[in-house]
């Protein structure tokens, strides 16, 4: 299929620079409010929705032929998604945005390991020494955790169990 170059009438680093703002308080927001946390994140996924609807290829979008496999696959997706955003946002109620967002910052241990299994794909000695510091210091924070509460720990393995999540949609 032959996809045609999409003109955006804004800059790219300014629609970056929208995205790193709005990721970087959207857990300092999710954590002031009072709402329930499965209405706060289909809240975010509907704001998502129309904030990105003036962006979409809509001749594109016409042109897709998609078979029930395809539907299928967008549907696991979503329902992944879906649990993602509320694992992350119950974590808040019960740990600290900070290590929540620091459990959530191991991305590239998840990723080593999950190509590794998947892939077979081998990290350098270098990579994987960084990565284990990475751990290390997810420990140490998780450690704090256990002397503030157990819902504290409570909170950091829903941080954590947001990761099964991600793997589900990368599949």
């Known amino acids: 299929m032959k996809i045609n170059k999409i003109s955006l009438s804004l800059h790219p680093y300014f629609l970056l620079f929208i995205s790193i703002l709005s990721v970087s308080v959207s857990s300092i927001m999710i954590k002031s409010s009072h709402t329930p946390t499965s209405v706060a994140g289909m809240f975010r996924l509907y704001m998502s929705v129309i904030f990105m609807l003036p962006f979409l290829p809509w001749k594109m979008l016409r042109s897709l032929k998609m078979t029930?496999?395809?539907?299928?696959?967008?549907?696991?997706?979503?329902?992944?998604?879906?649990?993602?955003?509320?694992f992350w946002m119950e974590s808040l109620v019960y740990t600290s945005v900070a290590s929540?967002?620091?459990?959530?910052?191991?991305?590239?241990?998840?990723?080593?390991?999950?190509?590794?299994?998947?892939?077979?794909?081998?990290?350098?000695?270098?990579?994987?020494f960084c990565?284990?510091?990475?751990?290390?210091?997810?420990?140490?924070?998780?450690?704090?955790?256990?002397?503030t509460s157990k819902e504290a720990l409570?909170?950091?393995?829903?941080?954590?169990?947001?990761?099964?999540?991600?793997?589900?949609?990368?599949?």
């Open 68 to 86: 029930k496999k395809d539907w299928g696959t967008v549907f696991l997706t979503g329902l992944f998604l879906g649990l993602h955003f509320l």
């Open 154 to 171: 409570i909170g950091d393995g829903l941080s954590l169990s947001v990761w099964g999540c991600i793997f589900g949609q990368n599949l």
């Open 100 to 128: 929540s967002m620091v459990i959530l910052s191991l991305q590239p241990l998840f990723v080593m390991i999950g190509s590794y299994f998947v892939f077979r794909e081998r990290a350098n000695l270098f990579t994987i």
């Open 131 to 147: 990565l284990i510091a990475a751990l290390i210091g997810s420990i140490i924070i998780a450690w704090g955790n256990i002397g």
